[in-house]
């Protein structure tokens, strides 16, 4: 008779997984998130409406207003957020945006 196998055998197992590395990620992921909707919230709204989101590509419209970023440029909020959870600069003209500015 041959022997059945253990179902945990034939499992590939990463040997280089960290759970507290993936755990403090995870939290340093959402720092970044919460910290880049404050900032955005701080930017003034501005209206715009003949003018079109650097980083969507999509359009201004009805009410919805723009967020002016320091160096000048306008985009949506969610658009402008998400980028800045991974770049703290302008999509467009590279200005350094932060708390400071």
Not at 36 to 55: G, K, N, R, Y
Request: glycine share 6%; hydrophobic share 35%; charged share 20%.
């Amino acid at each position: 008779m041959a022997a059945v196998p253990n179902a945990f055998s034939s499992c590939l197992i990463d040997l280089s997984f960290d759970m507290d590395e993936a755990l403090s990620f995870h939290s340093d992921f959402a720092r970044q998130i919460s910290k880049s909707v404050s900032l955005v919230a701080d930017m003034p709204t501005v209206d715009v409406s003949d003018d079109v989101c650097s980083v969507c590509m999509e359009g201004f419209g009805g009410d919805v207003g723009g967020k002016r970023v320091p160096c000048g440029h306008v985009y949506h909020a969610g658009c402008i957020s998400s980028w800045l959870s991974n770049c703290n600069s302008c999509p467009l003209c590279r200005c350094n945006i932060s708390d400071d500015n």
